[in-house]
């Protein structure tokens, strides 16, 4: 069965210091990986995925992500925060190698960047 | 650019009534999935199709039903509508292997 864990519920972090979200999984074979956010009354809009390959991937907005295989981790970065960034947080996960695979969300992390 | 439509922002409905959530894509998706979200509980998967009339379970399909009879329409049928399912519901599209899913505004249907 497939898993995401967001451990934390909420992140607080002052403007211009870096951020990091939170995310593990669980999934047979191997991991297709992806962030999600979302703005108040606003849709999920995709941040970024990692598939193959480097395990440092960019993605919207000046943020990154680092895959770690070993600790089944893709814990979402941003080396300097704006208030801007405050939102709501998804890491999801999708079974690789299957032409039907499904993809299973956490619960989601709220970052809260203070002026 | 992909498009998910779903039919309607906001749904008012009584105990027990059928209830049928639309959703459209324009993107030849072979994938199409219903979440609902719920604070604290992110997002939780209803119903996937991963193609016209195929369809799996997802981790809460009790109290759901779906229908996929064309590509590009993936609906979600309430059988008896109950308070419980007072939530915001979202469509998501994909296309198979890698691709990430694009999503839909969201229906907030509140039960009553």
């Known amino acids: 069965a497939q898993s995401v864990a967001q451990p934390e519920d909420q992140v607080n972090v002052a403007e211009g210091n870096p951020l990091t979200v939170k995310c593990t999984y669980s999934?047979?074979?191997?991991?297709?990986l992806f962030w999600y956010v979302q703005y108040p009354n606003r849709g999920l809009q995709f941040l970024l995925k990692y598939i193959t390959g480097d395990n440092l991937v960019k993605g919207s907005y000046g943020f990154e992500a680092e895959f770690n295989k070993s600790q089944t981790s893709f814990h979402l970065k941003k080396p300097s925060a704006l208030v801007s960034d405050s939102a709501l947080y998804f890491c999801a996960v999708r079974r690789a190698g299957s032409s039907a695979s499904k993809i299973i969300f956490g619960s989601g992390t709220r970052l809260s960047i203070r002026p | 650019d992909v498009k998910v439509t779903q039919s309607s922002r906001y749904l008012v409905k009584r105990t027990g009534e059928k209830v049928f959530l639309e959703c459209v894509q324009d993107?030849?998706?072979?994938?199409m999935f219903w979440y609902r979200q719920d604070p604290g509980l992110g997002l939780r998967l209803i119903y996937f199709?991963?193609?016209?009339?195929?369809?799996e379970k997802g981790d809460i399909p009790e109290g759901y039903s779906v229908s996929r009879e064309k590509k590009e329409r993936f609906s979600l049928i309430l059988e008896s509508a109950s308070t419980n399912q007072t939530s915001m519901y979202l469509c998501?599209?994909?296309?198979?292997?890698?691709?990430?899913?694009?999503f839909g505004q969201g229906t907030r249907l509140t039960v009553v």
């Open positions: 999934v047979s074979g191997n991991p297709y």
């Open positions: 993107m030849d998706h072979e994938n």
């Open positions: 998501a599209t994909a296309g198979q292997g890698r691709r990430e899913a694009f």
């Open positions: 199709s991963y193609d016209v009339k195929m369809k």
